[in-house]
């Protein structure tokens, strides 16, 4: 029989206080315990999973820990027993850094709740819940843009200016649903201060006289620069696209494969 490096009970304990009783899955924020049938009594339906496996076979298991890694409270997340026996299946498709973005938000959620009100604790847990219809509009948004994937060739700066205008005016709109303790909400202010770098880095030239040149050096500049505001939206859209298991739109099949003309 394999070794494993189990939790002690106060460690499981701790994951427990610090998720405030709550499955630290996004899309399940079920409460872990219950009261049970006599009146000095509760019922746990909630348990310790650990980040990287346990043991060589299994989920997410890294050969770099070491035994004492393994088994600490920073390998540790607090999910319903429902949620625990999914994400540790046989086939399981929850990286190691998506669960640690979930007890992070999640903690953080838990430690903003500290300090409110009954209302406002639930209308902050009632946002956070909203996170997969956001994703969703994210997606959409970004395959409205054609400047996102059109060939290069096809592209003209004016047009991308404008497109890019609309679709960072669209995150702040997003943002608002979100509190800024969220993962979501700090995913959608990177994709948004993607697009600065991007107008930053072109604010020297001329976009709206700008003709497709290969041998223009100023439209070389563009390319690259438009190249690394795909890239940095494309990592974007895959870890978001796993983390809430959204399909991908399909039109931008063209920009996850890199067709950039």
């Known amino acids: ?26 899309d399940c924020w079920s409460f872990t315990i219950n009261p049970g049938e006599g009146d000095e009594s509760s019922i746990s339906t909630g348990e310790a999973g650990h980040i990287n496996g346990a043991s060589p076979d299994g989920p997410r298991y890294d050969v770099g820990q070491t035994p004492l890694q393994r088994k600490s409270i920073s390998n540790g997340i607090w999910l319903c027993r429902g949620c625990h026996t999914v994400i540790d299946g046989r086939r399981s498709k929850y990286a190691a850094d998506m669960l640690r973005a979930w007890k992070a938000e999640h903690e953080g959620v838990v430690r903003s709740l500290a300090s409110k009100g009954y209302s406002e604790s639930i209308e902050i847990l009632r946002l956070s819940r909203k996170n997969p219809d956001v994703v969703r509009q994210f997606l959409d948004l970004l395959s409205d843009k054609r400047a996102l994937y059109t060939t290069m060739p096809e592209e003209r700066p004016p047009r991308v200016l404008v497109s890019l205008d609309a679709l960072r005016a669209e995150l702040i709109r997003l943002r608002r649903n979100l509190t800024p303790q969220s993962t979501l909400y700090k995913q959608l202010s990177m994709a948004s201060n993607t697009i600065l770098s991007f107008y930053k880095s072109m604010e020297k030239y001329d976009l709206l006289n700008l003709q ?28 978001l696209s796993v983390a809430y298991d959204i399909p991908i739109p399909e039109a931008l099949e063209s920009m996850v494969k890199w067709r950039t003309g």
């Open 1 to 26: 029989m394999k070794r494993r490096d189990e939790f002690t009970a106060r460690t499981k304990r701790e994951l427990q206080i610090r998720a405030s009783f709550i499955c630290s899955n996004p």
């Open 212 to 239: 497709c040149d290969s041998s223009d050096e100023r439209w070389r500049h563009f390319v690259i620069a438009l190249q690394t505001l795909r890239k940095a939206l494309y990592r974007q859209v895959i870890i």
